[in-house]
């Protein structure tokens, strides 16, 4: 079965502080997803990770992938308020040009980070 | 700034009537997905299309969903009869394939609210 694992589902934190988020994937894949979504609002791409050892960063948060390990991570750097959202990493299976494409999303995390 | 726009934003219906949801892609983009996402499920693929033909419709109920590109600029979503478990924010996102990295893009939604 293919599954997108991310942990933890929820995570309360205070300002100023890192933590990182996991996304572990089941099956071989090297095309990894990194969206935000604000609460009422739509899903925002964050990083696109398309090969092992890939690593982007943007302000605050950093995302890699280890293809080995099937294993993306999401660090959070000095959190700030502004970073509260659910974050979301999906797994691109074929690609969305194959006609059996697949995309498969992981639960969410849902950050809080206080003032 | 280019973006997926769907209508409506919000449709509150009784159980029973035909519910139309619509989006226009990205101009240019040449693939379209419908997602659904509840609390209980997430998201969930419903359909996709390349170059306005069907690929994917699998993650649909077939005997009440139906989605259509009648043109590049529109693509639809149809429930008929709608029914209360079909509450939930109905996404639709275009794609684009850029130097080899594909790229999804998010509409703002469509909370569908079925009484």
């Known amino acids: 079965e293919l599954k997108v694992e991310q942990n933890p589902l929820f995570l309360s934190m205070q300002e100023g502080k890192n933590y990182t988020i996991y996304c572990n994937y089941s099956t071989t894949s090297d095309r990894l997803y990194w969206y935000r979504q604000d609460p009422g609002k739509s899903l925002e791409s964050l990083f696109v990770?398309?090969?092992n050892g890939a690593v982007k960063q943007e302000g605050r948060l950093m995302a890699s992938l280890d293809t080995k390990a099937r294993l993306s991570t999401l660090h959070i750097t000095a959190a700030v308020h502004d970073l509260s959202a659910t974050y979301f990493c999906a797994v691109d299976i074929r690609g969305f040009l194959d006609s059996n494409y697949q995309l498969i999303w992981g639960a969410g995390t849902k950050l809080i980070i206080k003032p | 700034d280019a973006r997926v726009t769907q209508t409506p934003r919000h449709k509150v219906t009784e159980m029973g009537q035909e519910v139309t949801m619509r989006c226009q892609p990205i101009?240019?983009?040449?693939?379209v997905f419908w997602y659904r996402q509840t609390m209980m499920q997430g998201l969930e693929l419903l359909a996709y299309?390349?170059?306005?033909?069907?690929?994917?419709d699998s993650g649909m109920p077939k005997d009440r969903f139906s989605a259509e590109m009648p043109d590049a600029t529109l693509a639809t979503l149809k429930i008929q009869p709608s029914e209360p478990r079909d509450s939930a924010v109905y996404f639709c996102?275009?794609?684009?394939?850029?130097?080899?990295?594909?790229?999804?893009?998010f509409g703002s939604g469509t909370q569908l609210s079925v009484l």
């Open positions: 996102a275009s794609g684009l394939v850029l130097r080899g990295r594909e790229k999804l893009f």
């Open positions: 299309f390349r170059n306005r033909a069907p690929l994917d």
């Open positions: 990770l398309l090969s």
């Open positions: 101009l240019g983009h040449n693939t």
